[in-house]
């Protein structure tokens, strides 16, 4: 048995793309509704969009309800891809959440009878910053309005003309491979991200988790195999293409960055594809410590492995 250990870093480009839109909406019940076209793939971006409204608005997350990606209704949203959902349209949702809030305080100054630039709102309270006991509740706020609701839309191109919107990260693991039989086991894996503002931990754990548990797979065990002729798959089940399980997986620290960036939205940038660029790197220069082999074809198969082993160490795979 041989351990190595190895590490990678990477930067990620997220930020840019298509046009987003977001309406927010407040009628005169005191419902919140956030609109967005944006499709959410499991990644957890529609939760990540309604927490954006709900922090500018001061209420909790239980007081916004979302419409997400009806093309009756809905505005455009660019293609979930690329990292750039929360970036793009996060933007798109502070902006017109900003402009409903800096409404609800002008509707409030009256009942308040306090200037707008006095006011706060959080916790679902609008209050006067020098003495909070004067409060309003958003709902006694909203039945104030003349109209059926207040709205406002935003609409934006995303990325910056004044700076690039870099994710880091750095990942880490130890190894262990047999050279009886060429299996390679990672025993432990560690990640740290720079991500900007975490919007939410929980998602943003997954997301890295799920990240990592995919490449690892991409770096180990899975691999297409096609029939040159007729590019026919030849592996086409789980039975064969060697996915790996949960058995296969170590345990995943996780670690972010207290970091919170100048341009995205409160503070946010790219997560989604991070996670996903250092695995394969992290684990070949972790088998190279181990065995003095680098391998740069993947998947690295304990019959690679073993290949490679009776033909010689100290030679690039």
Known sequence: MKRGRGMSMMIYRGGPGSPSAAEVRLDRSGRITLVSGLMDVGEGATTVLTQMAADVLGVSYADVSAEFADTRSTPNAPITAGSTATFSSGTAVVQAATEVRWQLLELASTGLEAPVQELEVAEGLVFVTSDPSRHMSVKDVASRMEGDFLSASATITPGSTDYIVNSFGAHFAEVEV????????????????????????????????????????????????????????LNGSYLEHKSPTSQDYPNIEVIFADCVDPIGPLGAKALGEVPSVGPAATIANAIYDAIGVRFTQLPITPDRVLKTLSEGQGQSR
């Open 178 to 233: 047999d050279t009886d039989t060429g299996r390679v086991r990672v025993l432990r894996y560690a990640a740290a991200h720079d991500s900007g503002r975490i919007i939410n931990p929980q998602t943003a754990l997954n997301q890295v988790e799920g990240g990592i548990s995919q490449m690892l797979g991409f770096a180990l065990s899975e691999e297409l195999v096609t029939d040159g002729p007729t590019g026919v798959t």
